[in-house]
């Protein structure tokens, strides 16, 4: 199975980043893909770019690389109770392509914060707008408070409850997948 695991956010250092690989990471066996959405950065959406200009290759690239996953784990940042605008934006332009970007892929969707409610709003936007956008959505995670749960020396989360909650969601993506002891 290969998962195409990422953090909806810009950030070199994104949490989400780290939370959507620790959780692939728990599905043994898998191959894990990520993507930088620094890579996929694009002028602001707007019908005018897209009427002159039509949808640039970066947006299709988007789509593909998520076409050629078998499952999808996005962990998104919280800005302002909404989308990081590097997600946002890139979301945008591939959607003009294929409404269905997550294109009916099983899909594990996670938010994670510094604060106790871990991001709880946007992933609350994200799974909203699921069935209308493709994705396959067998769980939705915040994972709150994610400096006092992880440990950046060993790069795992530490919380046994965060842990349960990860497996049991990656368990999901693959009946015949074992899911790594902890
Ligand atoms: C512009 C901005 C707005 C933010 N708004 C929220 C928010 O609404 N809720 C929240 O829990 N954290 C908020 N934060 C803190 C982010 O959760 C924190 O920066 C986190 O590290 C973002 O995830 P990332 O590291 O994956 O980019 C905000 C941060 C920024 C820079």
Redesign the pocket.
Known sequence: MKILAF?A?N?K?????KLALYTASLLEGAEVETLDLNEYELPIYSQDRQDEGGIPSLAHQFLAKIAEADALII?F?????SF?VAYKNIFDWASRENMKVYQDKKTIFLS????P???A?VLGAASGGAPFQGANLLASIPVGS?YDIYDAETDQITNNDVNEQLKEAVGKLSDTANIAAA
């Open positions: 953090g956010s950030s250092n994104s949490i989400n980043q962990s940042a919280e800005h302002n109770g990081s994670t914060s510094p604060g409610n871990g991001g709003t994610f």
